[in-house]
């Protein structure tokens, strides 16, 4: 047997390894085999995090990403503080229901944690601007942050990034990622961070009358609106991370690939996660539906070929499939459990592909296009 032959049924090997054991394991995330997976707390930022928020001016995000700052600056993102969280229309009526007042809007408010950046300024929480840098890659000062971490390219931070070696490379992305730096390799930890805000589990929130999700799609949302790959050529906005694209010699269409499947996946297990929180029957649905929408998307990815782990999770969710829209006592730790052993099936997909033999693929995705908001076309094109 060839060197390649033997290494292709080692990975094999574990691959199905680690799938039976997800499948079959009644543990935690945390005691499964597939040890070290990237899961972070589907969350907003939490409030002693805010010390660490810097925002783009005090930052000096803009110095070096200009045009992605200025590609920011026309989304509805830049915007969402002024216009959500001023006390009238729904956002009134929202306050109201949960006690929120006028003056905390701007403030401690959780429609806050949503609609702006919220950092501690002279000792009090502020909003400091609209959904920004640190509200999808993570808070980035204070000693242990990313902030100037992530442009460091040698210990005394003389070198270029063409100059930086492969062993200080290494090291300083695995300090960013431990400082919480949510970088664009980490395509499940940013479909986490954008669904904590674009899923509601809140039940006093829904039942006021916002809705439960938005009609996000990940790989939709990052190709139109979201999407800022400026940093090695400032006038083409690239379709993918161009850094990435540098560094792994990879495509835009095997990215996007990479992003459908995954995308799919991670929306499958967040919402499983929120699933597991709420006991609102009148919730429950929307919650669910949304799940059992992902776990369809999963079915046509299968239809067309899937992966194994596309598979384990449809495989997963089957007994699933009608008592999710039904209030019972095991509820936060069915869906707890399912959604961590969905996250695990994530993590093994993002190892084990590349994109490049996803291409069966290519016609469910091209079906949704890149979205772009009102907002967005109303400022870009005259």
Known sequence: MSVTSTRTAFGIAALTMGLWSILASD????????????????????????????????AGCDGCHYEETETWMKTAHY?????????????????????IRADE??????????????????????????????????????????????QSYDPVGAATRQEESIAHRAERQADCDAAGMIRPENIAGLVRKCLACHIISDEKLVAAGHKAFSNFDFNSWTSG?????????DETNREAPSLWLERTGSTVVQRRRLKFVAGTLVSLEVALRKRAEVSDPTVIPSL?????????KLAQINAAGGTPETRAATELFAPMRDSIFVVQATDNQV??????????????????NDGAKLKSLDAIISVTPPHYSQHFKDRSYP
């Not at 216009?83 to 009134?92: D, K, P, Q, S, Y």
């Not at 701007?106 to 702006?116: E, Q, R």
């Not at 869906?335 to 084990?352: N, P, Q, R, V």
């Open 27 to 58: 543990n935690s995330l945390e005691s499964s085999s597939a040890e070290g997976v990237a899961y972070q707390p589907v969350s907003s930022t939490a409030t002693n995090d805010l010390h660490k928020v810097l925002g783009i001016s005090r």
């Open 79 to 99: 915007s969402s503080a002024d216009t959500l969280l001023r006390f009238t229309g729904n956002t009134r009526k929202y306050a109201n229901a949960l006690g």
């Open 105 to 150: 809007l701007m403030t401690t408010s959780m429609c806050a944690d949503c609609h702006g950046t919220k950092a501690v300024v002279n000792n009090r929480i502020e909003v400091i601007s609209g959904v920004s840098c640190e509200s999808c890659h993570g808070p980035s000062g204070g000693e242990p942050g990313w902030a100037n971490r992530h």
């Open 225 to 233: 609106d979201i999407r800022h790959n400026f940093l090695l050529d």
């Open 288 to 296: 669910g539906g949304f799940a059992a929408a992902m776990n369809g």
């Open 335 to 352: 869906y707890s459990a399912a959604a961590d052993k969905i996250a695990a099936l994530t993590k093994l997909f993002l190892e084990h």
